[in-house]
């Protein structure tokens, strides 16, 4: 194998699913960073959001593009709506009862799936897309698109949270609740805000999957454990670290399979957070410890 295709057949490959596992870190490293638990309905949230986007898809007969806005709008409202049901009313208890009440609702909305989309696999786009080269490095449209959308994300959400009223309000929570609290911040109204931008990034997360690969009703629940290494390994509360760690746990996976069967390609994530967990539970990136 040359150089050139150890790139096009292992780190392209892996830096776009690494750049869509980011993604749905960064909504995983909010929840922690701000609200204080993990959140296992994630990646269903995740499901959800691909399939919104595959029926405006086939409402309009459009791009798979054309529903992403949708799909994070509408995944948005649901995650409010999720926050308003679920959880509120456990914000004081132990923060146990909302990681357990998270994987209830997992379990109900991947049911909600399964009911409205049925359980077979479909795709956006059928048939096959031939690569362009870029110097010698091939990526396919939806490859080379996925990269921009990524990149779009996080530098928006960086900047948002950097230069905004409201983003310093979230920045201020998660350093210190109290402190912001004594300090004027509303702390219900950036509860809503990170839970609506929680859901827009799992929307987005999940279409850029089923983009790549394909739609079925489990995709969420196999993306979880990937995105929870990625958060931990970047650091927990860091968006840069989540992003940096999507891309080595993408690149892992893909990479693995030089050595490992191709169908052990998923456990790389799980020896990843083991042994960040054991090794430096901060991350990377000196985040929060679970």
């Not at 691909?50 to 995944?75: C, E, H, N, R, Y």
């Not at 009911?115 to 690569?131: E, K």
Request: proline share 3%; with cysteine.
């Amino acid at each position: 194998m040359t150089f050139i295709d150890f790139i096009n057949f292992h780190i392209v490959p892996g830096v776009v699913l690494g750049s869509i596992y980011a993604v749905g870190a960064i909504g995983i490293t909010m929840v922690f960073g701000i609200l204080r638990f993990a959140h296992l309905a994630h990646g269903d949230l995740a499901t959800m959001g691909a399939f919104i986007a595959l029926s405006t898809m086939g409402l309009f007969g459009a791009s798979p593009w054309v529903g992403l806005p949708v799909a994070m709008i509408f995944a948005a409202a649901i995650a409010v709506g999720i926050d308003k049901t679920f959880y509120d009313y456990l914000r004081d208890r132990p923060k146990i009862l909302t990681v357990m009440a998270s994987l209830g609702v997992a379990l109900m909305l991947r049911s909600v799936v399964q009911v409205v989309w049925g359980v077979d696999s479909t795709t956006y786009q059928r048939g096959i897309v031939r690569p362009d080269e870029y110097f010698g490095i091939l990526l396919r449209d939806r490859e080379l698109y996925t990269l921009l959308a990524v990149a779009t994300i996080v530098i928006g959400l960086e900047a948002f949270l950097r230069k905004s009223k409201w983003g310093k309000a979230m920045r201020a929570m998660s350093d210190n609740p109290d402190l912001a609290r004594l300090s004027g911040v509303d702390n219900r109204h950036v509860t809503m805000l990170t839970w609506a931008i929680v859901g827009a990034l799992c929307a987005a997360a999940g279409f850029l999957l089923g983009l790549n690969n394909e739609l079925n009703s489990m995709m969420g629940w196999h993306l979880l454990l990937p995105m929870f290494a990625a958060a931990i390994l970047g650091g927990v509360g860091r968006v840069e670290g989540a992003l940096l760690g999507g891309l080595i746990v993408g690149i892992a996976e893909e990479l693995s399979v030089l050595i490992l069967p191709g169908q052990y390609k998923a456990a790389t994530a799980f020896v990843i957070l083991l042994l960040i967990l054991l090794v430096r539970p901060r991350g990377l990136l000196n985040g929060k410890v679970l």
